[in-house]
C-alpha cells in the first residue's frame, strides 16, 4: 500500500479529496502545514489522519524550516509527498530527505507559473487553461534564495484542461479549475505512482508514465481527453422539461449527423430525440455497399432493405412497417432522387439523411415545411475508432461494433442446410440486426426486413413482437419462409418455437449456450436450418 506525507497550507482539499478516494489504494500517513490555524488539521483529524504543525518562526531560514519539517515527519512511514497550497518553496534540504515530491499547479504550465494563476489566465484572454501535477524540484541557490525561473518547473507528470466561459471571474476560474481539474489530476497521478507506473528521470527531467498509453495492439488508452464545442442550443432534451445542447467535435471525419447541412431553409431545427434518430439511421445505412434505405424510429429500425436502387429499398423498407414509419427518420446511402424523394413525402416524416439530393429531389422534399433535410455528404471517410456512453460519475467507452459476417463465417449446424438465397440473408439480416435494440430479434427475406422485434426483455416476447409485425403491420410481405436473426443466443428451444409458428424456415443466431444441443436438435425437428455466427451482436443503447 502507498501512504503519502500531506504538506497544505490551508484547506488542503486535494488531500481530502485523495484521502476520500484512495485511489490505488493509497492513503494518507500524515498531513503537515506550517499554520495552526489550517482548517486541514480539523478535517484530517476527523478522517483519523495525524496532523503536524511546524511553524514558520521570525527568525528561521528555509533551510532551518525545512530541517524541523524533516524531523517532524522522520516518525511516519510513507511513500510520496504530496504538496497542496503549502506555500513555500522548496530546497534541497527537504527535497533530498525526502521521497518523490508532487505538487498541483494551477494552469498549463509552462504557461502562467506564477501565484495567480487564475488571474493571468482572464488577463491573457486564453480560451483553455488547467492544471499540471508535477515533480517538485529545487528551486534555490546556494544561498537558499529562490530563483524565479525555476519555480515549478520539475518534470510534468499530468496536465488536465479547463475550459474559460465567457463571464469568468478569478473566483469562478479557480473553483473549476480545483473541482474539475485538479480533483481528477491529482488522485489519477497517485493512483499510477501506487501501481509503479510512472518513472522520474530528474537528470533528463522527465517523467514517464507507462499506464498512460494504449497497448501495442490497440487497446484503450488509460486517459481519454476530449474536447467537444456547444454547436447549438436545443429547444428542450428527450422531453420538454429538459434543457439540451449539441456539441460537435470538429476533429471527426466520418459523415454526421451534427455536421450535416440543413438543406431546407425555414424549417425548424433538429431537436434531441432528431439528433439521436438521424444519428442511428445513419449507422445503419452505412453498413452497406449497395443502395440502402431505413425507416428509424425511437433509434431503433422499423424497416431496412437493400435493392438495385435507393428508390425501391426504401419502399421495400417502408413496407416492413408503415404505421411506425409515421413521424419517423429516413436514412438513404445513395443520392436521394426525385422518385425517392416523392415517396418519402408521401406520408409525415421528420428527417431525410442522405450524402447529396438530386435537384428535382430537392423542391420536392422542400414543399414540405419542416420536413428536416440533411446533406451529411460522402461516407467514405475516416470511421471514428470509439463510441461512448456518459454514466452518472464517468462515461463507458467501447470500440465501434464494426464486425461484417460473409456467408463463410456462417457454421451449418443442422440436418438441413441453408440454400444460397438463405445464407445471403442471414447477411443481410445480421448487418441490420446489429442496430436493433437488445433483445433483438430480426425477421427478413431477401435483403429486406419483414418484422423486427427489439428492446425485448424476453427474446421469445422479441420474437413474438416480430412475428406480430410481421402479421399485422408489413404490407406485401410476410414472415412464411423467412430467415430470423437473434442478437444473442437462444438459450432454449422455446424461441425456435415461436418461430416456427410464425413460419419462419432458417435461423441465424451466434450460439454459444450451454442448451445449444438442445435448441440444435429443435431445430431440427421443426425442419429448420440454423448456422452460428461465433459472435453476438447486443446494442443495449
Not at 479529496?17 to 502545514?33: Q, Y
Not at 520539475?154 to 473549476?176: A, F, N, S
Not at 436521394?336 to 408521401?346: E, P, Y
Request: proline share 4%; with cysteine; hydrophobic share 40%.
Amino acid at each position: 500500500m502507498t501512504r503519502l506525507a500531506g504538506l497544505a497550507g490551508n484547506r488542503g482539499r486535494n488531500l481530502l479529496n485523495v484521502a476520500d478516494r484512495a485511489p490505488g489504494g493509497a492513503e494518507l500517513a500524515v498531513v503537515l502545514t506550517n499554520d495552526a490555524d489550517a482548517p486541514v488539521l480539523e478535517a484530517a483529524a476527523e478522517r483519523g489522519v495525524p496532523t503536524e504543525v511546524v511553524p514558520l518562526e521570525d527568525d528561521m531560514s528555509r533551510r532551518d524550516h525545512e530541517e524541523a519539517v524533516n524531523v517532524a515527519l522522520e516518525g511516519y512511514d510513507y511513500d510520496l509527498v504530496c504538496l497542496d497550497g503549502y506555500m513555500r518553496i522548496l530546497s534541497d534540504t527537504f527535497l533530498e530527505a525526502q521521497p518523490t515530491t508532487l505538487n498541483v499547479h494551477p494552469s498549463l504550465l509552462p504557461a502562467f507559473s506564477g501565484m495567480d494563476a487564475w488571474g493571468d489566465a482572464l488577463e491573457a484572454g486564453v480560451a483553455v487553461t488547467g492544471c499540471t501535477v508535477h515533480v517538485v524540484t529545487d528551486a534555490t541557490d546556494e544561498d537558499g534564495e529562490v530563483v524565479e525561473s525555476e519555480v515549478d518547473m520539475g518534470p510534468i507528470v499530468t496536465q488536465e484542461p479547463v475550459p474559460v466561459y465567457d463571464g469568468d471571474t478569478r473566483e469562478t476560474l479557480k473553483e473549476r479549475v480545483l473541482y474539475e481539474g485538479e480533483f481528477r489530476a491529482y488522485p489519477r497521478v497517485v493512483k499510477w505512482f501506487a501501481e509503479g507506473a510512472v518513472d522520474v528521470d530528474l537528470d533528463a527531467e522527465e517523467a514517464t508514465v507507462d499506464a498512460d498509453a494504449a497497448d501495442d495492439e490497440g487497446g484503450l488508452p488509460t486517459r481519454r481527453l476530449t474536447s467537444s464545442d456547444r454547436l447549438d442550443t436545443l429547444r428542450y432534451g428527450e422531453n420538454p422539461h429538459q434543457n439540451a445542447a449539441v456539441y460537435a467535435d470538429y476533429t471527426c471525419e466520418e459523415a454526421s449527423v451534427v455536421h450535416a447541412e440543413q438543406l431546407n431553409e425555414g424549417a425548424k431545427a433538429l431537436s434531441y430525440n432528431n439528433y439521436n434518430d438521424a444519428d442511428g439511421a445513419l449507422n445503419l445505412i452505412t453498413e452497406f455497399d449497395e443502395p440502402a434505405a431505413a425507416v428509424i424510429k425511437h433509434t431503433n429500425p422499423a424497416g431496412c432493405a437493400t435493392a438495385d436502387t435507393v428508390a425501391e429499398a426504401y419502399e421495400r423498407a417502408l413496407s416492413t412497417d408503415p404505421m411506425s414509419a409515421f413521424g419517423g427518420i429516413v436514412a438513404l446511402n445513395r443520392e436521394c432522387d426525385a422518385d425517392t424523394a416523392a415517396a418519402i413525402t408521401d406520408s409525415f416524416k421528420e428527417v431525410v439523411v442522405a450524402p447529396g439530393y438530386a435537384e428535382d429531389a430537392l423542391e420536392i422534399l422542400c414543399e414540405k415545411k419542416n420536413l428536416r433535410v440533411l446533406d451529411v455528404g460522402d461516407l467514405d471517410g475516416a470511421i471514428e475508432r470509439f463510441t461512448e456512453k456518459p454514466l452518472v460519475g464517468g462515461r463507458l467507452v467501447q470500440e465501434r461494433d464494426d464486425q461484417r459476417l460473409s456467408t463463410s463465417d456462417l457454421e451449418v449446424v443442422t440436418d438441413r442446410e441453408p440454400t444460397d438465397e438463405q445464407l445471403e440473408t442471414m447477411v443481410f439480416a445480421w448487418q441490420t440486426l446489429k442496430h436493433v435494440k437488445s433483445n433483438g430479434i430480426l425477421f427478413a427475406t431477401g435483403t429486406e426486413t419483414v418484422g423486427v422485434g427489439m428492446g425485448q426483455v424476453s427474446r421469445v416476447d422479441a420474437v413474438r413482437l416480430a412475428a406480430m409485425k410481421a402479421e399485422e403491420h408489413a404490407e406485401g410481405k410476410s414472415a412464411e419462409g423467412a430467415v430470423m436473426a437473434s442478437d444473442a443466443f437462444f438459450p432454449f428451444p422455446d424461441g425456435l418455437e415461436e418461430a416456427a409458428k410464425a413460419g419462419i424456415e432458417a435461423v441465424v443466431q451466434p450460439g454459444g449456450s450451454v442448451n445449444d444441443e438442445d435448441v440444435i436438435e429443435a431445430a431440427n425437428e421443426l425442419g429448420m436450418s440454423m448456422v452460428f455466427t461465433g459472435q453476438r451482436s447486443f446494442r443495449h443503447d
